[in-house]
Structure formats: structure tokens, C-alpha cells
């Protein structure tokens, strides 16, 4: 067989030399490449919960809501993050979140929800090969709202006034969560289950997103 001539390896040697590095250049980066300040976003599907508890509005003070039950229904929704990885095992993450605005029922009175707010975790990163397997625990405040339209009637009495209602409030307590990640460079790409205890129900939110590691 004819060998190539130098003129013709001479030429060729830069392609070479790329396919040579190109596995190199896209291979996951170390769990130490990744330590530092991050940013990122998520989107996803929440499951929305609500419980009214004992509801009252202000023009029927004292009389309960007749055919009211639990509030429950799925949207999409979004989360934007920020956080600290100082360590390879473990950070802390900061969250946003929008469960979205559900139209639904309490029971048999048509309702709508608005829940969104904040979160704190604390972060472990289990040294699990090629990926990232992280535990998040941590608190959440999130503002709830429930609104509509429904019979509200006194104790014992059978005929209930038509009236508008809304009831906002705003909880803080635990929140947990979990996910994996992948790492390409300075970018990760992520999908996480959070589950948090809020508005009288248990609202939780699967997701997918990124995250840039800046510093």
C-alpha cells in the first residue's frame, strides 16, 4: 500500500488533532470544575393544593362556605435559582417560585389559585460517577391566594347567599427535594422533584432547567 507522502501528513495533522481533542473538550467536568456561584432557571408541572380552612368574607362574617372541599390541580410553572457550591458534597440554593394561577374546584365551588414565593436549601451532592445526585431540605414562604365564587350560608341554614370570596396567606414551613445533574463545562443541566407544605395541602413541582456556574 502507498504510503502518504509528508506533504500530504503535513496538511492533514490539524484534523487530526482536533478529532484527538474533540472527546476531551466535551467530556462532564470534575465535581471541583463546578465549585463556586451559580444562577438558573426551570420550568415545569406543579401540582397545586389548597384547602380554604374555615372561609368567611366580609359581608357574610360568620357563615361557612357551603360545598367547599381541597383544592387540587396541575400547572405549569417555573422557578428561577441561585446558589453557592463551596465544597464538592455540599451548597445551598436560593429558589423563586411560580406554581402558575389554576382555575379549579373547592369541593363544588369553582375556585381559582395563585401560589408563588420563596425558598431556602440546603444542598447535598452525593459523589455518585458522572452525574450529580443532590438532596435538597430546607424552608419555604409562599403567598397563597384562593378566590371565587360561591353559597356561603350560617350554621344549620339551608339557604346560602351567592358571594364573592378571597383568602390570602402566606406560609413558612419545611420543604424538601431532590434531583440529578449533569455537568458540561461551566453549565449543568438539572431535573428535581420539590415538595413543600403550604396553603392547608402539599403543592410540589417537578421541573427541568440549567444552571451557569459563573464563579
Known sequence: MRQLP???IAKSWPLVA???LLPLSIRPAKADDLLGLYVGAAIGAARVEASPGSLTTANAEGEALVGAGD???NHSAFKL????????LLGAELDYIDFGNPNGNLGAVPANVNLKGAAAFAVA?????????MVKVGLARLQNTVAGNGGFA???SDLPTATEFRLDRTNTNF????????TIG??????????????GGSPSLVSAGVTWTFF
Do not use: H, K, N, T
Not at 125 to 133: A, E, K, Q, R, S
Not at 175 to 182: E, K, L, M, R, S
Not at 186 to 199: G, L, M, P, V
Open 175 to 182: 420543604a424538601i427535594g431532590g434531583g440529578v445533574q449533569y
Open 186 to 199: 461551566s453549565w449543568a443541566i438539572r431535573a428535581e422533584y420539590e415538595r413543600f407544605e403550604a396553603a
Open 18 to 20: 482536533v478529532a484527538a
Open 125 to 133: 451532592y452525593l459523589p455518585v460517577p458522572v452525574i450529580d445526585v
Open 71 to 73: 383544592f387540587a390541580e
Open 81 to 88: 435559582m441561585a446558589g453557592v457550591r463551596p465544597i464538592s
Open 154 to 156: 350560617a350554621v344549620g
Open 6 to 8: 509528508i506533504l500530504e
